[in-house]
Structures are given as structure tokens and as C-alpha cells.
T-cell receptor
Framework: GAVVSQHPSWVICKSGTSVKIECRSLDFQATTMFWYRQFPKQSLMLMATSNEGSKATYEQGVEKDKFLINHASLTLSTLTVTSAHPEDSSFYIC???????????FGPGTRLTVL | GNSVTQMEGPVTLSEEAFLTINCTYTATGYPSLFWYVQYPGEGLQLLLK?????DKGSNKGFEATYRKETTSFHLEKGSVQVSDSAVYFCALSDRGGGSEKLVFGKGMKLTVNP
């Protein structure tokens, strides 16, 4: 099956620093990728839709200047958490759309802890 | 807005036990419904889906039927195995395809003991 990877799998950073998370589709091209966020014992919440070659579309309540998304190629989308604060600590999950099968493939997630 | 409510766990079963995970939804229009499974250390994987009322999705011995009258999509398996230990998520898409953005339930962790 299709594989989506995320890097890093976990990261710990100091408050005020920026952290970049990568999402790669390893064996297919993805024009569209989604970024989700999951709090403990909560469901995945969609943050934004990442579109290759154009600006990301953010869900209501998600700060676009804080969560920068870049989808510069058909196999890579990055999420940068800028000026991170402890409340940004969460599990971030990406998914990539394989259009020929109309299926969404998920990465394993990245655990971010901001001290 | 759209929402999904599912049983919260964790749940522990013995091998060969019957499994039911309840899922109900609130949505306008005619959503597609999904069950995703997340095995330890891996990403969510599509387990099964149903795109219209009365459709039954099935895969790996799991089944779920799209019940519009009760707005439900309960997941069932007649005899669970240790390898079914995972977290199960119910989800919906309000625009049909699996490539659309999804609304998820909170997930339920299942542990199956030998």
C-alpha cells in the first residue's frame, strides 16, 4: 500500500523556538495533503489543507501565521510551528491524497513537546 | 456542524470474543462514513467505508452498515484476534470521497488478550 512518512517522529523544543515537521508521500504524488492535530483523548482535528504550488487553506480558528505550511513538491509538505508555546504541544498527523484511488493515506504522526 | 461520537475505551477483550464499537454521527446532507484503524507505531489506515444509506462496508472480518434512520455506523467483528489490538476511529466526510477532509471521533483503544 501507499506509504506516508513524517519526520521527526517526536521533538522537544524550548518555548519561543520554531519547529518544522515534514510529511512525505514515498511512493505516490500528492497534490493535496492534510494536517491534523490530536490532543490527548481527543479526536483528530483538521488544521489545514496543503495544496501543491499554492497557499494552504486553514480551518477556522487556526492561525496561519503560527502554523506555516509549505507544499513545494508533489511528495513533500512541511508544517512549521513558529514561536512555539507549551499550549502547542500536541500530536500532529498528516495525510496525503492518492487521487487514482480516492484514498487518504496517513503518516504515523509527530509528537511535539514545548517546554 | 458535522460531528462523530463513538464509544470511548479503552476496551480489553479475550481472543475470539465478539466486538462492537458504536459510532453515531451528525451531519447535513449525505456524508460518507469510514472506520480507520491505527496499529501501534503506524499511521491511520482505512479499514472500511460506506458511501450511502444501507451500504455495508467490510474488510478483514470487520463490518459496518450505514444506518441513516439511526445516524449510526457501528463496527462489528464476530471473533477478534490479538492482531486486532489497535485504536479504531470512526469518521465522516461530507463530500463523499475518501480524499476529502474528514471529521473524526475520539478513537477507541482495543486490546485483545490471548
Amino acid at each position: 500500500g501507499a506509504v506516508v512518512s513524517q519526520h521527526p517522529s517526536w521533538v522537544i523544543c524550548k518555548s519561543g523556538t520554531s519547529v518544522k515537521i515534514e510529511c512525505r508521500s514515498l511512493d505516490f504524488q500528492a497534490t493535496t495533503m492534510f494536517w491534523y492535530r490530536q490532543f490527548p483523548k481527543q479526536s483528530l482535528m483538521l488544521m489545514a489543507t496543503s495544496n501543491e504550488g499554492s497557499k494552504a487553506t486553514y480551518e477556522q480558528g487556526v492561525e496561519k501565521d503560527k502554523f506555516l505550511i509549505n507544499h513545494a513538491s508533489l511528495t513533500l509538505s512541511t508544517l512549521t510551528v513558529t514561536s512555539a508555546h507549551p499550549e502547542d504541544s500536541s500530536f500532529y498527523i498528516c495525510s496525503a491524497i492518492r487521487e487514482d484511488t480516492d484514498t487518504q493515506y496517513f503518516g504515523p504522526g509527530t509528537r511535539l513537546t514545548v517546554l | 456542524g458535522n460531528s462523530v461520537t463513538q464509544m470511548e475505551g479503552p476496551v480489553t477483550l479475550s481472543e475470539e470474543a465478539f466486538l462492537t464499537i458504536n459510532c453515531t454521527y451528525t451531519a447535513t446532507g449525505y456524508p460518507s462514513l469510514f472506520w480507520y484503524v491505527q496499529y501501534p507505531g503506524e499511521g491511520l489506515q482505512l479499514l472500511l467505508k460506506a458511501t450511502k444509506a444501507d451500504d455495508k462496508g467490510s474488510n478483514k472480518g470487520f463490518e459496518a452498515t450505514y444506518r441513516k434512520e439511526t445516524t449510526s455506523f457501528h463496527l462489528e467483528k464476530g471473533s477478534v484476534q490479538v492482531s486486532d489490538s489497535a485504536v479504531y476511529f470512526c469518521a465522516l466526510s461530507d463530500r463523499g470521497g475518501g480524499s476529502e477532509k474528514l471529521v473524526f471521533g475520539k478513537g477507541m483503544k482495543l486490546t485483545v488478550n490471548p
